[in-house]
């Protein structure tokens, strides 16, 4: 199984609106590929401002196929471009493997950073920073010692 969490914040209410307002279409859209288990969207108890999306696949070939689709580009496309103000995604496989993206919210730049699931506390507990402008990007609270407990059993 393949798990994606994303953690987004966007830059205006109005951007927030538009973005949920497109929700069912993107849900729509990944209806169409079979390596679609589920989809969650719901909003962070501890931060209501940051709308969190869990999508679990098949595998990651199934969740590489949606990434590709046209309609999500062109989401992704408006998201980066005007939408998100900070965005956070975590893949989960079970294979032993963490990658988390980081937006940065003061310089716009992208980084990724992986690490095994067994030393997860890396992506999830200690802040990283902006390559370019130094910004120490948010540590997702939603990642919580049970989820990661979670995952390290279901790959046993």
């Known amino acids: 199984m393949?798990?994606?969490?994303?953690?987004v914040r966007f830059s205006s209410k109005e951007s927030e609106n538009l973005f949920i307002r497109l929700v069912p279409q993107a849900i729509q859209a990944a209806k169409n590929y079979s390596g679609l288990i589920a989809v969650d969207f719901?909003?962070?108890l501890a931060d209501p401002d940051l709308?969190?999306?869990?999508?679990?696949?098949v595998d990651e070939s199934?969740?590489?196929a949606w990434r590709r689709d046209p309609f999500h580009q062109h989401l992704q496309?408006?998201?980066?471009?005007?939408?998100?103000?900070?965005?956070?995604?975590?893949?989960?496989?079970m294979k032993g493997e963490?990658?988390?993206?980081?937006?940065?919210?003061?310089?716009?730049?992208?980084?990724?950073?992986k690490t095994a699931l067994t030393d997860w506390s890396f992506a999830t507990r200690e802040p990283a920073r902006c390559k370019t402008c130094g910004y120490v990007l948010p540590v997702?609270?939603?990642?919580?010692?049970?989820?990661?407990?979670?995952?390290?059993m279901n790959r046993q």
């Open 2 to 7: 393949h798990l994606i969490k994303i953690a």
């Open 42 to 44: 719901w909003r962070n």
């Open 51 to 57: 709308l969190m999306d869990d999508s679990y696949w």
């Open 62 to 64: 199934s969740a590489d």
């Open 77 to 93: 496309k408006l998201g980066s471009a005007s939408l998100i103000m900070e965005s956070t995604t975590t893949r989960w496989d």
């Open 98 to 113: 963490m990658c988390v993206y980081h937006k940065c919210p003061v310089c716009g730049t992208a980084g990724t950073f």
């Open 140 to 152: 997702a609270p939603e990642f919580s010692d049970a989820v990661a407990r979670s995952c390290l």
